[in-house]
C-alpha cells in the first residue's frame, strides 16, 4: 500500500471548469508502501485526470501533513505563492506553477523546512529527485537532512550505465531511469517531485529504487491534485 | 600539445571583463604560455581559495564518462558529486561563501543541472531561484533567447515578470564549455532588466581560460573545476561555428 501524504492544503478554489473528475487506478508496487507527503492540495472542483491504469496493483492513500499553529501560516503562504495556469500544457488543464513559490525566498524556504523537519530523523539517506522540478526541492532537502541526491532522468540524459523504468502517460508512455550503483540496497529513500497527479512518475520512481534494493520511506510533494484519490483494490 | 590528463579546476567564476580580441595563437588551450594573466583569477583554486581541501574533494566526486552524449566527448558528470554528501555541500558553501554578501537578488539556474545548484545556493543567500528552462517548459508568459550548438540552436526560456529590473542576478550551471548556454541567460535576464553580476559554474573546460564570449556580453563567470582534456574539447572552441564566436577571458581582479 502506498501512502501519500500532503503537506501542503490548499484550498483557493479554482473558477475553471475543465471535465468531470475521473478517479483512475493508481499504480504501486505490490506489497510495497511508499507514503506520499505533499505540500498543497489543490481543491479545484473540477480537474480531469485521465492516465490510463498501469497493471499493477496496490492501493494508495493521501494524508495531509498534520499541521499545527505554526505550520498553518507557512503553509497558507506557500500556498498563497503557487499560481494556476490555465490549459497548459494543453487545453483543459490547470496547470499549478511552482516557479512563483520559488521568487518568495520565504516561502521557499518554508517549504523546505517544513520537509526536512519530516524526514531529518527518519534515517534517509537517499532522496531521489524526478525531472525536473523535483531537481529544485530535492536538493535542499537532501542537504538538509545529510542525504544524498539522485537525479531520476528522462532517457538519455544520465552519462553513465542506467537502469530504466516505463511508466504510463495519459497517451503512450515515457521512460524514467537511474544510475547504476547510485544507490545501495538496503539504502531508506525518499522521492521528491513537486505535484503528485496520478502517481505514475512517482511509481516509476518508487519501482525504479526498489529493483535495486532500496525501501522507499515516503513521497514528498508539494502539490497534491485534489482528486486524486488513489485507493485500488 | 595535448593531453588526456584531467584536471579538473573546479569552481570557475567569470569576472567582468574587457573584450579583447581573440587570438589565433589561443586556440588551443593547453598552451600555458598563451594563458592569459587575468584568467587565472577565473578559476577557484588559483584565486582566494589555493590548496582548499574542498576542492580536492569536489573534484575526486566528480567522475568522467567517456564517449557520452557522443563519440570523442569526455562528459564531465556531477551525479556522482551528488551522491557525496560533503562534496556537495562544500560546492555549494564556496558558492554562498562568495556570494552571501554581493547583494544578489536573483539566482538563476540553466536547465536541468543548474537546478541541482542553484536553489540550495538561492535559499542560503536569501535570494530568489528563476528557473530557465527548454522550450515549451515553463506555463506563463515566457521570453525566449536562441543560441547557437555545435550543430544547430537550441532556446532558454525565463518567466515574464519573475526578475525585476535593477535586480542583481548570478547564473548557475554545473559546467560552462564555450559557454553559449551562459550567454543565453545572460541575455535573456539583461532583456528583462536584471544586472547580471557574475555566472558560477561547477566545472569549467580549459577553453573558459582563453575564451569569454557573449556577443557584446562580457560577464564574469567563476569556475570550481577547470578540466585540461584538451582532445575532447578542443573543437568545442569554435562556439556558434563562426569566429566571432571566441572567447575573451580578460578577468580583472575585484
Not at chain 1, 502517460?169 to 529513500?189: F, I, K, N, P, Q
Not at chain 2, 569549467?204 to 564570449?213: A, T
Amino acid at each position: 500500500m502506498m501512502q501519500a501524504i500532503s503537506l501542503l492544503n490548499f484550498s483557493k478554489p479554482s473558477p475553471l471548469f475543465v471535465a468531470p473528475f475521473q478517479r483512475r487506478h493508481c499504480p504501486s508496487i505490490a506489497g510495497a508502501a511508499a507514503p506520499i507527503s505533499h505540500l498543497h492540495r489543490n481543491r479545484c472542483q473540477s480537474y480531469r485526470i485521465s492516465v490510463p491504469p498501469l497493471s499493477c496493483s496496490g492501493t494508495v492513500q493521501q494524508q495531509e501533513m498534520a499541521s499545527d499553529d505554526g505550520q498553518d501560516s507557512r503553509i497558507s503562504r506557500i500556498s498563497s505563492a503557487i499560481r494556476a495556469i490555465p490549459d497548459f500544457p494543453k487545453p483543459g488543464i490547470l496547470f499549478q506553477d511552482i516557479t512563483t513559490l520559488l521568487l518568495d525566498t520565504k516561502a521557499f524556504r518554508d517549504t523546505i523546512d517544513l520537509f526536512v523537519e519530516r524526514y531529518k530523523d527518519k534515517n534517509i539517506s537517499v532522496v531521489a529527485g524526478i525531472e525536473a522540478r523535483g531537481f529544485i526541492f530535492g536538493p535542499p532537502i537532501a542537504l538538509a537532512i545529510g542525504a544524498k541526491f539522485v537525479p531520476m532522468r528522462k532517457p538519455h540524459k544520465l552519462p553513465g550505465e542506467v537502469i530504466s523504468e516505463e511508466y504510463a502517460l495519459e497517451y503512450g508512455t515515457d521512460v524514467m531511469e537511474m544510475h547504476v550503483g547510485a544507490v545501495e540496497s538496503g539504502e531508506r529513500a525518499l522521492v521528491v517531485d513537486d505535484l503528485i497527479a496520478t502517481g505514475g512518475t512517482l511509481c516509476a520512481a518508487i519501482r525504479l529504487l526498489e529493483r535495486v534494493g532500496v525501501q522507499v520511506v515516503e513521497c514528498a510533494c508539494v502539490i497534491e491534485l485534489p482528486e486524486l484519490q488513489i485507493n485500488l483494490l | 600539445m595535448l593531453t588526456m590528463m584531467f584536471n579538473l579546476s573546479l569552481c570557475v567564476f567569470l569576472f567582468p571583463c574587457v573584450k579583447k580580441k581573440p587570438s589565433k595563437q589561443l586556440r588551443f588551450p593547453g598552451r600555458k604560455s598563451s594563458k592569459t594573466p587575468e584568467s587565472k583569477e577565473m578559476f577557484a583554486g588559483e584565486n582566494g581559495l589555493e590548496g582548499d581541501p574542498r576542492l580536492k574533494a569536489i573534484k575526486e566526486a566528480i567522475r568522467v564518462v567517456p564517449h557520452f552524449p557522443k563519440p570523442g566527448i569526455m562528459f564531465q558528470d556531477i551525479t556522482t558529486l551528488l551522491l557525496d554528501h560533503k562534496a556537495f555541500k562544500h560546492t555549494v558553501d564556496i558558492f554562498v561563501d562568495r556570494y552571501r554578501n554581493m547583494r544578489i537578488d536573483v539566482v538563476a539556474g540553466c536547465e536541468a543541472r543548474g537546478f541541482m545548484f542553484g536553489p540550495p545556493i538561492a535559499l542560503a543567500i536569501g535570494a530568489k531561484f528563476v528557473p530557465l528552462r527548454k522550450p515549451r517548459k515553463l506555463p506563463g508568459e515566457v521570453i525566449s533567447e536562441a543560441y547557437t550548438l555545435e550543430y544547430g540552436t537550441d532556446c532558454l526560456e525565463i518567466h515574464v515578470g519573475a526578475v525585476q529590473t535593477g535586480e542583481r542576478a548570478i547564473v548557475i550551471d554545473d559546467l560552462v564549455a564555450t559557454g553559449g548556454t551562459l550567454c543565453a541567460a545572460i541575455r535573456l535576464l539583461e532583456r528583462v532588466g536584471a544586472e547580471v553580476v557574475e555566472c558560477a559554474c561547477v566545472i569549467g573546460l580549459p577553453e573558459i581560460q582563453y575564451y569569454f564570449s557573449a556577443y557584446s556580453h562580457d560577464r564574469p563567470t567563476r569556475v570550481l573545476n577547470p578540466v585540461s582534456d584538451y582532445a575532447a574539447y578542443s573543437n568545442a572552441c569554435t562556439f556558434a561555428g563562426t569566429k566571432q564566436a571566441k572567447w575573451n577571458a580578460v578577468v580583472h581582479a575585484y
